[in-house]
T-cell receptor, first 113, second 115 residues
Framework: LAKTTQPISMDSYEGQEVNITCSHN???????ITWYQQFPSQGPRFIIQ???TKVTNEVASLFIPADRKSSTLSLPRVSLSDTAVYYC??????????????FGSGTRLSIRP | ETGVTQSPTHLIKTRGQQVTLRCSSQ?????VSWYQQALGQGPQFIFQ???????GRGNFPPRFSGLQFPNYSSELNVNALELDDSALYLC??????????????FGEGSRLTVL
């Protein structure tokens, strides 16, 4: 399973766009990239998943360059409620029964008024 | 609200005891995974069950064992509890198979304190 590296913490302000970059230099051909969000004393929550280029949903965008050795989670116009830990994960194709999701240390995002 | 329920929510045990944690999966999900999360750390993968068979295990000793039942609910058993087993134990259900996103749906966790 590919190891991921992401910043330990980030700070931003309400209304700003926040970009969290994750490095995964050893990503395998079949690996997918997934991001989860976790609030204190709760289980992580799925944000977005992608394989290449760009993926967008109602809460975030995920940018993946052609070499797939990194990815960037983009949160538009953050609010105080976006304060959480964000995990970047790389692993088996999601449709695989053998797919196992391994979490790293995550990025602690703090949003200020 | 993920549809995944865990019990108990909190419990206290003493060193050497045994504990069983339970998880009800989201309806229709065939895969369950268990994670251990110590304070301030990311969730650590314990093992995964797919259709009642263990099909993946993290770096945890054999005293951590599990079961998945025909209705896809699951149990995590920990024997000979140690102080370092104090953590939040998270259960996640998902649907494996063609067309699935593999999204994990987590419960609220069971917080275990070992004294």
């Amino acid at each position: 399973l590919a190891k991921t590296t992401q910043p330990i913490s980030m700070d931003s302000y309400e209304g700003q766009e926040v970009n969290i970059t994750c490095s995964h230099n050893n990503i395998a051909t079949n690996d997918y990239i997934t991001w989860y969000q976790q609030f204190p004393s709760q289980g992580p929550r799925f944000i977005i998943q992608g394989y290449k280029t760009k993926v967008t949903n109602e809460v975030a965008s995920l940018f993946i360059p052609a070499d797939r050795k990194s990815s960037t989670l983009s949160l538009p116009r953050v609010s105080l409620s976006d304060t959480a830990v964000y995990y970047c994960l790389v692993g088996d194709p999601p449709y695989s029964s053998a797919s196992k999701i391994i979490f790293g240390s995550g990025t602690r995002l703090s949003i200020r008024p | 609200e993920t549809g995944v329920t865990q019990s108990p929510t909190h419990l206290i045990k003493t060193r050497g005891q045994q504990v069983t944690l339970r998880c009800s999966s989201q309806s229709g999900h065939n895969t369950v995974s268990w994670y251990q999360q110590a304070l301030g750390q990311g969730p650590q993968f314990i093992f995964q069950y797919y259709r009642e068979e263990e099909n993946g295990r993290g770096n945890f000793p054999p005293r951590f064992s599990g079961l998945q039942f025909p209705n896809y609910s699951s149990e995590l058993n920990v024997n000979a509890l140690e102080l370092d087993d104090s953590a939040l134990y998270l259960c996640a259900s998902s649907l494996s198979g063609t067309g699935s996103t593999g999204e994990l749906f987590f419960g609220e966790g069971s917080r275990l304190t070992v004294l």
